[in-house]
């Protein structure tokens, strides 16, 4: 299998580096440890790919992944001993800039997911865009691998094993799980009266 990746912000990793400088200097609270002690010559970033998002309204009026939003771009930050943050840049008036630190799982999931993918052998001499697809509000997120007769989603961190187990799905397969559970939560939403849960 192999990768290909959208062409990169041209300033992107530019932007980056004063968000990873001060990471690397931090030790306090909320730092990652594995970040906060990685060797600042060893860390590195992978190519970029971009996020793209379904809304729940997306899902339960049976929108596919062509109407997902172009979000985010991604790089895995790599530490001493693998992947140790993902580093998001949003573009803001045709500009990007630094976004957000991800020191949770995303990044090893990412880089499992993609371990998953390399050795199933229905992928082997295929060759995909690497994306990422997150639904928010079902706390979901999935490896996109996207070519143009075939799209593979494999759920990662933070997506709960009850909605999604960590395996190949197709497109139609991933959405037709997502979508019972947009309609629960999009149900819910609409009988609060507290506006707790939004609308």
């Known amino acids: 299998m192999q990768l290909t990746y959208p062409k990169a912000p041209a300033n992107g990793v530019q932007a980056l580096r004063p968000a990873l400088q001060a990471a690397l200097r931090q030790q306090g ?17 992978s190519e970029p790919c971009r996020g793209y998002s379904l809304s729940l309204e997306d ?50 999931a990412t880089v499992n997911a993609l371990n998953l993918a390399e050795n199933t052998p229905h ?26 007769d075939e799209d593979v989603l494999i759920p990662i961190e933070p997506t709960s094993k009850h909605l999604a187990s960590t395996r190949l799905y197709s497109e139609t397969a991933l959405l037709a799980l997502l979508r019972a559970a947009a309609q629960q939560a999009k ?13």
Do not use: K, M
């Open 123 to 148: 992928l082997q001499g295929r060759t995909y865009e690497l994306r990422l697809l997150f639904v928010s509000a079902l706390h979901v997120a999935a490896i996109w691998l996207h070519a143009r």
């Open 59 to 108: 899902l339960v009026r049976g929108q596919g992944l062509t109407q997902a939003t172009a979000g985010d771009w991604h790089y895995l930050v790599f530490g001493d001993a693998g992947p140790i943050a993902d580093a998001q840049l949003a573009e803001v008036g045709g500009q990007v800039e630094f976004s957000a630190l991800n020191h949770g799982a995303l990044a090893a």
């Open 29 to 45: 609270f909320g730092v990652n440890r594995r970040f906060a002690q990685a060797t600042p010559g060893n860390v590195s970033l």
């Open 187 to 199: 149900t819910a939403f609409d009988a609060d009266t507290t506006g707790l849960l939004g609308s």
